[in-house]
T-cell receptor, first 111, second 116 residues
């Protein structure tokens, strides 16, 4: 079993829909990252969370440490949001460099 | 452009050949990371540097892999005697090195390696 699990693996939405991507982890963490990867490989860091909730534009990320679960929400989705969204965690007491990644959720937003 | 850059972006090589990739981090970042990503999977950690010191290596980094960051700026990742299983996207990232779990990594575009 992977230490970081994401769901769904693939998600197709219509433009304007509210989107939720989930991440569950089975280990103690010091931080959780949400990353966006576009076709061709470029990865952009969206959020880093250790508790609570963060918002940036149409993106909202939440984390529940007790339940070991995080969600990434996209409001008023747009075709340009189409990408792979990756959850990654840093273990408690773990190396500063060593992130453990989920397999990603491939989002496709249709116009 | 002041982001993380990687060179080359694509590399096709024959099995058994050696390849070397370069990563130039954001200039004020003292941490540099290498990851490998195969198709349909998330990235996997390979190694990271704090300045010129290589602080951690994954068990994925076999004897055929070596990484250096000689002056604490750019880094190279060399794969000797490439195998078809080495085909992947090799990603580099850098960060300032802040403590307390607040360190954000910035990723480069990656080098896609294809071993024939």
């Amino acid at each position: 079993k992977n230490e970081v699990e994401q769901s769904p693996q693939n998600l197709t939405a219509q433009e304007g829909e509210f989107i939720t991507i989930n991440c569950s982890y089975s280990v103690g963490i010091s931080a959780l990252h949400w990353l966006q990867q576009h076709p061709g490989g470029g990865i952009v860091s969206l959020f880093m969370l250790s508790s609570g909730k963060k918002k940036h534009g149409r993106l909202i990320a939440t984390i529940n440490i007790q339940e070991k679960h995080s969600s990434l929400h996209i409001t008023a989705s747009h075709p340009r949001d189409s990408a792979v969204y990756i959850c990654a965690v840093r273990l408690v007491g773990g190396s500063q460099g060593n992130l453990i990644f989920g397999k990603g959720t491939k989002l496709s937003v249709k116009p | 452009d002041t982001g993380v850059s990687q060179d080359p972006r694509h590399k096709i090589t024959k099995r058994g050949q050696n390849v070397t990739f370069r990563c130039d981090p954001i200039s004020e970042h003292n941490r540099l990371y290498w990851y490998r990503q195969t198709l349909g999977q998330g990235p996997e950690f390979l190694t990271y540097f704090q300045n010129e010191a290589q602080l951690e290596k994954s068990r994925l980094l076999s004897d055929r892999f070596s990484a250096e960051r000689p002056k604490g700026s750019f880094s190279t990742l060399e794969i000797q005697r490439t195998e078809q299983g080495d085909s992947a996207m090799y990603l580099c990232a850098s960060s300032k090195g802040t403590s307390g779990g607040t360190d954000t990594q910035y990723f480069g575009p990656g080098t896609r390696l294809t071993v024939l």
